[in-house]
């Protein structure tokens, strides 16, 4: 009889821990959501006075409230509140009661600490240009900031974060697209100069967002 032939049995080389560690994502702790958000929140409401101080307006329902308070004997708080209202309806439809619950909260607080500036700074006399980029570059930090902790400020962001999860757009552009539509209605209440400023400002803003809030970029986002 012919000799048998051993099957030769490959041998592959150990895996070690590092390659076998699965990167996971490390959920945010109650306390680090609550400093997360009041931080958000406060450098937004503090770059939405910067533009408040000097007429210029943004996208979103943050543009879509200022508008309405400088031609509005209501304070730009208020508006905020009651404009981003049917929005959390379709963050609980869409999304989830947490976030949805969370974003009220987000609204509330910027709502809240919009008059505080107003009382501290009095009134600021800033050249238009550096109110619109300084101003939008604090409200798109501190809208990472709020994203990043599973909120929102309503609005347009609650739209473009639903498509950026559903249809992979990023939540930039989305947002930006929309701001557009803001931005031409300031037509009617500001200058045409102010109007242009304040496009350069959305696309600051929105620049900021789409160049650092990527789907897939962070775990678990």
Not at 85 to 98: E, G, H, Y
Not at 150 to 170: H, K, M, P, T, Y
Not at 171 to 192: C, F, K, N, R, T
């Amino acid at each position: 009889m012919p000799a048998q032939t051993a099957t030769p049995i490959p041998v592959t080389a150990p895996t070690s821990a590092a390659e076998t560690r699965q990167p996971t994502a490390v959920p945010h702790t109650r306390t680090e959501d609550v400093l997360g958000l009041l931080t958000g929140t406060f450098v937004v409401s503090l770059g939405l006075h910067l533009l408040k101080s000097s007429q210029i307006v943004t996208g979103g329902t943050a543009g879509l409230s200022l508008l309405l308070s400088y031609g509005l004997p209501v304070p730009f708080g208020v508006l905020f509140l009651v404009v981003n209202l049917p929005f959390m309806a379709l963050a609980v439809a869409k999304k989830d009661r947490r976030f949805a619950v969370r974003s009220l909260l987000s609204i509330a607080l910027v709502s809240a600490f919009a008059p505080l500036h107003a009382q501290l700074f009095g009134a600021l006399h800033l050249p238009q240009v550096y109110a619109a980029v300084s101003g939008n570059l604090l409200i798109g930090i501190g809208l990472l900031i709020v994203f990043r902790h599973d909120s929102s400020l309503g609005g347009f962001n609650v739209v473009a974060l639903i498509a950026q999860e559903r249809l992979r757009w990023r939540a930039g552009y989305v947002q930006m697209g929309l701001d557009v539509l803001v931005i031409v209605a300031a037509l009617l209440v500001v200058s045409p100069i102010a109007v242009l400023i304040s496009a350069l400002g959305a696309v600051v803003l929105n620049g900021v967002l789409a160049l650092n809030h990527r789907p897939g970029r962070y775990l678990g986002a």
